[in-house]
């Protein structure tokens, strides 16, 4: 609305009111920092293997040998789910026989941890999974918990949302296009008294306002962001897009256990590394297109990711190096999206289309769990379904509009256009119609 930032051009641009207006919307997500992340310890899963009780007879060999091994990473460990059958090896013990000498041990019969596990704590004294036994046969209980945890912070964020409400004015702009323009008054008089400026006499024309068809009051619901062809395309390819930026943020972040060194090292790293990310964000919204940012990130993020596996096993520095990198790129991504997702959809459904997306992306934190657990099978399997899956967004990225520099949209109908496959006219391949007018064939090309 050209005739909004026009007429409220007098408050400033970062004047106290601003700064307050910021401050609060900050505020209310600084609980969810406390939190967001906790669980990467209270549900680590500690190294762990299954419980010999004191009460079985074994001679200290026997008890040093009562877990088959596995080859893990070119190693021989422990088995995590698996012991001697200890009804075996309490009768080779009493028998005086050694084990890998008497005794055959790649023989002798398995059994599952009936007493329960033994687990390390090395790192962590207690986490739920030690407490609830969330492993081996019950190991998916462990991301199910966590994705309850992001179900909770789901919650959490709607309350508090709520309650920073109660003290944040509503937006003058969505009233005006609510047709509310004495309530619109009085914000902006109230944010001119803030910053020091006195308002003019008269703020908005009746009859200018008449003109842009402000004055005139419609109702919006959600399904508003699927009525035209237009926003339902934008509103899938936004789900698409937070959905994908939050399942590489939370599933990196939740990994941090799996990567080599110490956690707590690690964990503080991966968030130092979110400052220069949050930094390079901000420069790209001020000098470089909201598409190409976005895509640039993403593209940072997912093609690292897939270089994990191409990393030698005993170059363990270089692969938490390309975790962080990785990390640092969707981080920036994740703050842009925000900005971008505004600046796409009219003052109309703005925040409902921010919503939805912002659900989408709760989504992807609940369901981030699940690819971390993949890891199980193969180590590197979550990063290259988390890579593939963000270098395909940062392809679906480039088909959004672009809205750096553009005014923002008040209705619907002035929601730019998004991108598509462009059918363009060759001068190497016509074809002639019966009538006589000339039919080019096409060739396919990405809009800028």
Same mark, same amino acid.
């Given at each position: 609305m050209?005739?909004?930032?026009?007429?409220?051009?007098? $408050?400033?641009?970062?004047?106290?009111?601003?700064?307050?207006?910021?401050? =609060?919307?900050?505020?209310?997500?600084?609980?969810?920092?406390?939190?967001?992340?906790?669980?990467?310890?209270?549900?680590?899963?500690?190294?762990?293997?299954?419980?010999?009780?004191?009460?079985?007879? +074994?001679?200290?060999?026997?008890?040093?040998?009562?877990?088959?091994?596995?080859?893990?990473?070119?190693? *021989?460990?422990?088995?995590?789910?698996?012991?001697?059958? +200890?009804?075996?090896?309490?009768?080779?013990?009493?028998?005086?026989?050694?084990?890998?000498?008497d005794?055959? #041990?790649?023989?002798?019969?398995?059994?599952?941890?009936?007493?329960?596990?033994?687990? &390390?704590?090395?790192?962590?004294?207690?986490?739920?999974?030690?407490?609830?036994?969330?492993?081996?046969?019950?190991?998916?209980?462990?991301?199910? /918990?966590?994705? +309850?945890?992001?179900?909770?912070?789901?919650?959490?964020?709607?309350f508090?949302?709520?309650?920073? @409400?109660?003290?944040?004015?509503?937006?003058p702009?969505?009233?005006?296009? %609510?047709?509310?323009?004495?309530?619109?008054?009085?914000i902006?008089?109230?944010?001119?008294?803030?910053?020091?400026?006195?308002?003019?006499?008269?703020?908005?024309?009746? @009859?200018?306002?008449?003109? &842009?068809?402000?004055?005139?009051? *419609?109702?919006?619901?959600?399904?508003?962001?699927?009525?035209?062809?237009?926003?339902?395309i934008?509103?899938?390819?936004?789900i698409?897009?937070?959905? /994908?930026?939050?399942?590489?943020y939370?599933?990196?972040? $939740?990994?941090?256990?799996?990567?080599?060194?110490?956690?707590?090292?690690?964990?503080? #790293?991966?968030?130092?590394?979110?400052?220069?990310?949050?930094?390079?964000?901000?420069?790209?919204?001020?000098?470089?297109?909201?598409?190409?940012?976005?895509?640039?990130? $993403?593209?940072?993020?997912?093609?690292?990711?897939?270089?994990?596996?191409?990393?030698?096993?005993?170059?363990?520095?270089?692969?938490?190096? +390309?975790?962080?990198?990785?990390?640092?790129?969707?981080?920036?991504?994740?703050?842009?999206?925000?900005?971008y997702?505004?600046?796409?959809?009219?003052?109309?459904?703005?925040?409902?289309?921010?919503?939805?997306?912002?659900?989408?992306?709760? =989504?992807? &934190?609940?369901?981030?769990?699940?690819?971390?657990?993949?890891?199980?099978?193969?180590?590197?399997?979550?990063?290259?379904?988390?890579?593939?899956? /963000?270098?395909?967004?940062?392809?679906?990225? =480039?088909?959004?509009?672009?809205?750096?520099?553009?005014? =923002?949209?008040?209705?619907? @109908? %002035?929601? *730019?256009?998004?991108k598509?496959?462009?059918?363009?006219?060759?001068?190497?391949?016509?074809?002639?119609?019966? @009538?006589?007018?000339?039919?080019?064939?096409?060739?396919?090309?990405?809009?800028?």
């Amino acid at each position: 609305m050209s005739l909004y930032d026009d007429v409220t051009a007098f $408050l400033g641009e970062w004047g106290p009111f601003q700064r307050l207006i910021f401050f =609060l919307l900050s505020a209310s997500i600084i609980p969810n920092g406390f939190t967001g992340l906790s669980s990467v310890f209270l549900t680590a899963i500690p190294e762990h293997r299954c419980r010999v009780p004191d009460t079985v007879n +074994l001679s200290s060999a026997w008890r040093n040998h009562s877990i088959p091994l596995e080859t893990k990473d070119g190693r *021989q460990v422990p088995q995590k789910c698996r012991r001697y059958r +200890l009804a075996a090896i309490a009768n080779f013990s009493a028998l005086g026989l050694e084990p890998g000498v008497d005794v055959d #041990l790649e023989q002798l019969e398995q059994e599952n941890c009936l007493d329960g596990w033994e687990y &390390s704590k090395d790192v962590f004294l207690s986490t739920i999974v030690t407490e609830w036994d969330l492993v081996c046969k019950d190991n998916w209980k462990g991301p199910f /918990t966590t994705s +309850l945890f992001y179900v909770g912070v789901l919650l959490g964020s709607f309350f508090s949302g709520q309650l920073s @409400d109660r003290f944040i004015p509503e937006s003058p702009r969505w009233l005006i296009s %609510q047709g509310r323009i004495k309530e619109a008054e009085v914000i902006i008089r109230r944010a001119a008294k803030i910053n020091g400026i006195v308002a003019p006499s008269t703020i908005f024309d009746p @009859d200018e306002l008449q003109d &842009s068809d402000s004055k005139t009051p *419609q109702s919006h619901h959600i399904y508003d962001l699927i009525r035209t062809r237009n926003i339902r395309i934008l509103t899938i390819m936004s789900i698409i897009l937070w959905l /994908t930026i939050s399942v590489g943020y939370f599933g990196l972040s $939740l990994d941090t256990p799996n990567l080599h060194g110490n956690i707590y090292m690690n964990s503080f #790293l991966l968030a130092a590394v979110e400052v220069p990310a949050y930094v390079l964000a901000w420069l790209l919204l001020q000098h470089v297109s909201r598409r190409y940012s976005m895509a640039g990130a $993403l593209f940072l993020g997912g093609s690292v990711l897939l270089l994990m596996q191409l990393v030698p096993s005993d170059l363990l520095f270089l692969s938490t190096t +390309l975790v962080m990198v990785g990390k640092f790129g969707i981080t920036s991504a994740y703050s842009m999206v925000y900005v971008y997702t505004a600046e796409l959809y009219p003052t109309v459904v703005r925040n409902m289309g921010v919503g939805v997306s912002s659900t989408a992306a709760r =989504l992807g &934190s609940i369901l981030s769990p699940y690819f971390v657990y993949l890891g199980t099978y193969n180590r590197f399997l979550p990063y290259v379904i988390m890579g593939s899956l /963000t270098i395909l967004t940062a392809i679906i990225t =480039l088909f959004f509009p672009e809205s750096s520099g553009a005014s =923002l949209p008040d209705q619907i @109908d %002035q929601m *730019q256009k998004v991108k598509k496959i462009k059918r363009r006219q060759t001068k190497n391949h016509k074809r002639m119609l019966k @009538d006589g007018k000339e039919s080019p064939t096409v060739q396919k090309s990405t809009t800028s």
